[in-house]
């Protein structure tokens, strides 16, 4: 494991706030070892979905072992639209629209195949020595990793309620918490802090010695 990992919540097309928290990481990291786990939904809804596509791939190209994309389930969604239509409406109707526009186009047949691939080659769930990685959570009951794909992209109850110990914490976005930071439990930490709805974009910090996080790093648009 590296010195610090990084867990950034949903972007949603705030390209901004990601430049602006990418540059907070690397003042706080102060030249430590560092890994990066994206916690999925870079599209929709915000203004630039495109450039903050643009900006995570030229993460991971340049650091591949040290930048994890996770997949989102507005992601998915965007898979769908172009793959098959199905689903095409409610992703427009949850911000696909947006995400089209930042790309100059509105069909989603004409969406980049670059852009398609490496949305469709992303993983739903990472894990190191101390946690799981994931956008939206996995059904309680069971420890470790929840094999249900959509479940990792979609779950919200009884995730949520469930005071449950997967065998290491979970940290995960997807649920948007209204105050702002991020929603801090014995068994789970949430880092979707609704940068798109202005709230913030946040960052949990953590180490190796310890499970949650040791810190959080936070932009927003007032700042």
């Given at each position: 494991m590296p010195d610090l990992t990084y867990a950034i919540g949903d972007i949603h097309g705030c390209a901004d706030l990601l430049e602006r928290l990418l540059a907070r990481i690397e003042q706080h990291r102060a030249?430590?070892?560092?890994?990066?786990?994206?916690?999925?939904?870079?599209?929709?809804?915000g203004p630039d979905s495109a450039r903050v596509i643009a900006i995570l791939r030229g993460l991971q190209q340049g650091e591949p072992e040290a930048v994890i994309c996770l997949m989102g389930n507005h992601e998915e969604m965007m898979l769908a639209s172009y793959r098959d239509g199905l689903g095409?409406?409610?992703?427009?109707?949850?911000?696909?629209?947006?995400?089209?526009?930042?790309?100059?186009?509105?069909?989603?047949?004409?969406?980049?195949?670059d852009v398609l691939a490496w949305l469709s080659g992303l993983p739903t769930v990472h894990e190191d020595d101390r946690r799981y990685y994931v956008h939206a959570?996995?059904?309680?009951?069971q420890p470790g990793i929840d094999p249900d794909i959509e479940t990792?992209?979609?779950?919200?109850?009884?995730?949520?309620?469930?005071?449950?110990?997967?065998?290491?914490?979970?940290?995960?976005?997807?649920t948007p918490q209204k105050s702002g930071r991020p929603d801090?439990?014995?068994?789970?930490?949430?880092?979707?802090?609704?940068?798109?709805?202005?709230?913030?974009?946040?960052?949990?910090?953590?180490?190796?010695?310890?499970?949650?996080?040791?810190?959080?790093?936070?932009?927003?648009?007032?700042?």
């Open positions: 030249g430590r070892d560092r890994c990066l786990v994206f916690l999925g939904d870079y599209v929709d809804r095409a409406t409610a992703w427009h109707e949850n911000g696909g629209v947006t995400t089209l526009a930042s790309f100059g186009i509105e069909d989603p047949e004409d969406l980049p195949h959570g996995f059904r309680p009951g990792r992209l979609w779950i919200r109850e009884p995730f949520l309620s469930a005071d449950y110990d997967f065998g290491k914490h979970v940290v995960h976005g997807h801090i439990r014995r068994h789970r930490t949430n880092l979707d802090t609704a940068a798109v709805r202005g709230g913030a974009l946040s960052a949990g910090v953590f180490t190796r010695d310890a499970q949650r996080a040791v810190a959080f790093l936070q932009v927003a648009a007032s700042d």
